[in-house]
Nanobody
Framework: QVQLVESGGGLVQAGGSLRLSCAAS????????MGWFRQAPGKEREFVGY????????YYADSVKGRFTISRDNAKNTVYLQMNSLKPEDTAVYYC???????????????WGQGTQVTVSS
């Protein structure tokens, strides 16, 4: 069992930056791929990116590539989402999630956090 808690959301102006954190419980954190998703009002949950357990490999959606960076600290059981050059269309609830697969598909992630709101003003 893995419990995930996101933090770091808030209100930021377009062009600004935010860093989200996701703290995980459990002793097997490093064995999971950790993904970030987002969901805007009235839209489906959208894949943002994921990082492998070792932290050596990452994969991003085209919409965030070059602006967002995922990293992890396995000693702290924490994964991060650094978001730069934010745009109003990045406004959403952001979720972290854990999976044993290399996947962008939400239903293949077994554990989810409660989400944190990110609002980007124009």
């Amino acid at each position: 069992q893995v419990q995930l808690v996101e933090s770091g959301g808030g209100l930021v102006q377009a062009g600004g930056s935010l860093r989200l954190s996701c703290a995980a419980s459990g002793r097997t954190f490093s064995s999971y791929r950790m993904g970030w998703f987002r969901q805007a009002p009235g839209k489906e949950r959208e894949f943002v990116g994921y990082i492998r357990g070792s932290g050596g490999s990452t994969y991003y959606a085209d919409s965030v590539k070059g602006r967002f960076t995922i990293s992890r600290d396995n000693a702290k059981n924490t994964v991060y989402l650094q978001m730069n050059s934010l745009k109003p269309e990045d406004t959403a609830v952001y979720y972290c999630a854990a999976t044993i697969y290399d996947t962008t598909t939400p239903h293949l992630y077994s554990y989810w956090g409660q989400g944190t709101q990110v609002t980007v003003s124009s």
